[in-house]
């Protein structure tokens, strides 16, 4: 890779909502590989949610615009929601290249429990040819299992990945959902701005 080469992480997720574990997920990661940007693509439908039902794209996309404001590394793009339906990970990556006037490396950032995924995804040995990798452990993720994991991939498709750790920060939509729901405090777990809108647009509750 040459100097010229844009590094551009994309941390792809529901976001529902985005919360402080996503936001140092990418800081760490951006600086761990001196990447020039994060891009922040919240799922229109995301293939391995459809059990439950998701928060409307647009109140996701503004609480996303809201966490990200404050670092100027850090942009969203819609290009999954734009495009609506089920994204594969191998469609945004393909658009977003599409969309870049200069030669970029892409690296898609994911939690330890995303990655282990991955062999469901689309094409990922084409995947893997079009971008990086970048699995961060988090509270819960078994060291074993995921080393036994990358174990079992091809070789074309371990090369891609890079493993990262990050502090442990045990927070989770999922809880801060719940929390909600049960009328529990959610300070501290998200940026103040998203905590607030989340009480101005009733979610959750
Ligand atoms: P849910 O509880 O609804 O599954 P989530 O908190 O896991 O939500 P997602 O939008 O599913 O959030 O996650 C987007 C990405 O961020 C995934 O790759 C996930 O592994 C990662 N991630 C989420 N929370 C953390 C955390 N606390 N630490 C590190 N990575 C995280
Ligand atoms: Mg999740």
């Given at each position: 890779m040459d100097d010229k080469t844009t590094r551009i992480g994309v941390m792809g997720g529901t976001f529902?909502?985005?919360?402080?574990g996503h936001l140092v997920l990418a800081e760490t990661v951006r600086e761990q590989f001196s990447l020039d940007?994060?891009?922040?693509?919240?799922?229109?439908?995301?293939?391995?949610?459809l059990h439950r039902e998701i928060t409307?794209?647009?109140?996701?996309?503004?609480?996303?615009?809201?966490?990200?404001?404050?670092?100027?590394?850090?942009?969203?793009?819609?290009v999954e929601i734009d495009r609506g339906g089920i994204s594969y990970t191998i469609d945004t990556i393909r658009e977003l290249r599409r969309r870049s006037a200069e030669p970029v490396q892409f690296y898609f950032i994911t939690g330890a429990d995303a990655i282990m995924e991955i062999l469901s995804?689309?094409?990922?040995?084409t995947l893997c040819s079009?971008?990086?990798?970048?699995?961060?452990?988090?509270?819960?993720?078994?060291?074993d299992k995921?080393?036994?994991?990358?174990?079992?991939?091809?070789?074309?498709?371990?090369?891609?990945?890079?493993?990262?750790r990050m502090p442990a920060l045990e927070i989770s939509s999922?809880?801060?959902?719940?929390?909600?729901?049960d009328g529990r405090s959610i300070r501290y777990l998200l940026p103040e701005t998203v905590r607030l809108y989340i009480g101005n647009e009733g979610l959750y509750v």
């Open positions: 529902d909502p985005v919360h402080n940007e994060v891009l922040f693509v919240p799922a229109a439908d995301p293939p391995h949610k409307p794209a647009a109140h996701r996309l503004a609480m996303v615009r809201l966490a990200v404001d404050t670092n100027p590394h850090f942009r969203v793009s819609t995804w689309k094409e990922v040995e079009q971008c990086f990798f970048v699995a961060a452990t988090r509270p819960g993720t078994d060291g995921l080393t036994a994991f990358l174990e079992s991939l091809p070789a074309s498709v371990r090369e891609c990945i890079h493993l990262t999922t809880d801060i959902r719940r929390k909600v729901s």
